[in-house]
Each structure stands twice: as C-alpha cells, then as structure tokens.
C-alpha cells in the first residue's frame, strides 16, 4: 500500500506532497548518517525548518516518520520488483532479473539501504505493514510455487525457505558492500551471486 494510502487509513490525513518533499532528504540523510536513537523529531524539525507541531500533528513518532518514508522509498522499487517477477519469460530468468532490480536500486540509493539493513529498528520495523512488502512478496511467493510446481525449482523445502534464501542472499550482499566501503559495483555482482542462488534452489538432474 502507497505510503500516503496508509496514512490516510490510519489518522484520516494525507501527508501533503510539499511537506513530504521538504522532509525527505533531511529523514534520508539523518537516519542514514546515525543510530536510530541518535535521530529525534525536533532535530528533524530544525534541519528541515519546520514546525515541530506540524510533523507531530501527521506523524506522532518517529518510528510512524521513518516508517512512512521507508515505504515511500521503496514504492518504485516494489513496483519494478513486481514488474520483473511478472512477465512471461521463464522463472529463472524472471528471478535474475528482479535480483537485478534490487542491485540496481540500492546502489543508486545507498542511503535507504544504509537504513533498511542498518539503521531501522528490526523489532520495531517488523510489527509495521511496510516491512512485509505486501504484493511484491506475494508475487516472488506465488512464482516461486509455481517453479516447484512445475519442476523447474526443488520439492524437497518450502516455498517460503526458498524465498528466504533468495531475499538473505541480497541481504548479505549490500551490508558487505557496505563494510567494504562501496569499492567495487553492487550490480556486477549480479551473476555470481545469482549463479550460488540458482544451483542451490533449481531442481535436481
């Protein structure tokens, strides 16, 4: 669900498209530059030249801030994710490619990155809707079963275990190109990783 879609549901308010833009690159560059705790919402306030009533009024919290702003991030992301995991081609090639997607977000976004897998709280992250990723899961899921299904992916473990695999496989990725300190391209790592994922996860003969 679009960030703003949920918002709505929540308090009844829109955040308002100027406001979100204001707030944007002082959230992304606050959060990804330190600890969650060392970020508050009157420091947002200040850096971004606003009332602190007014972010109060349509946020609470910053946990509800970061979270709305991780689900606005992520929006082309996910829509891309699904695009590619969607189409007609076979599954291994669909699965290259939305591991392709992911490479290429966050290296041109390595800051949402930074906050995704090294600054959001996890426990607290995990109890928001914006931490399952909704429809693009469900896609990756349902294409993953249809693999089993059809023999081209291993019977002999879950879908979701597979799924895991595929998303940890990524996970690992960016945090050690970030601890490398970016030295090398995160998306001409592509084929290899995908290579390790595909021979752990295609069917067996």
């Known amino acids: 669900m679009p960030a703003q879609e949920r918002e709505r549901e929540?308090?009844?308010?829109?955040?308002?498209?100027?406001?979100?833009?204001?707030?944007?690159?002082?959230?992304?560059?606050?959060?990804?530059?330190?600890?969650?705790?060392?970020?508050?919402?009157?420091?947002?306030?200040?850096?971004?030249?606003?009332?602190?009533?007014?972010?109060?009024?349509?946020?609470q919290n910053k946990e509800k801030l970061l979270f709305w702003f991780i689900a606005r991030w992520l929006q082309p992301l996910n829509e891309a994710a699904q695009r590619a995991i969607e189409t007609s081609?076979?599954?291994?090639?669909?699965?290259?490619?939305?591991?392709?997607?992911?490479?290429?977000?966050?290296?041109?976004?390595?800051?949402?990155g930074r906050i995704i897998f090294l600054t959001v709280p996890l426990q607290r992250w995990m109890q928001d809707e914006t931490f399952a990723y909704g429809e693009p899961v469900k896609s990756l899921l349902a294409?993953?079963?249809?693999?089993?299904?059809?023999?081209?992916?291993?019977?002999?473990?879950?879908?979701?275990?597979?799924?895991?695999?595929?998303?940890?496989?990524?996970?690992?990725?960016?945090?050690?190109?970030?601890?490398?300190?970016?030295k090398t391209s995160l998306l001409s790592q592509r084929d290899h990783i995908f290579h390790i994922l595909w021979d752990g996860i295609k069917a067996p003969g």
């Open 10 to 59: 929540e308090t009844g308010a829109v955040i308002p498209e100027h406001m979100a833009a204001r707030l944007d690159p002082v959230v992304l560059a606050m959060f990804a530059s330190t600890d969650f705790h060392g970020v508050d919402m009157r420091s947002i306030a200040r850096e971004a030249a606003m009332s602190f009533a007014t972010i109060y009024r349509y946020f």
């Open 89 to 112: 081609k076979p599954l291994r090639e669909r699965l290259l490619d939305r591991l392709e997607v992911h490479l290429r977000f966050y290296e041109a976004n390595p800051q949402v």
């Open 143 to 182: 294409a993953i079963s249809a693999g089993q299904e059809s023999g081209e992916l291993r019977k002999d473990v879950p879908a979701v275990t597979i799924f895991d695999a595929y998303m940890a496989m990524f996970n690992r990725t960016f945090l050690m190109w970030e601890y490398r300190g970016r």
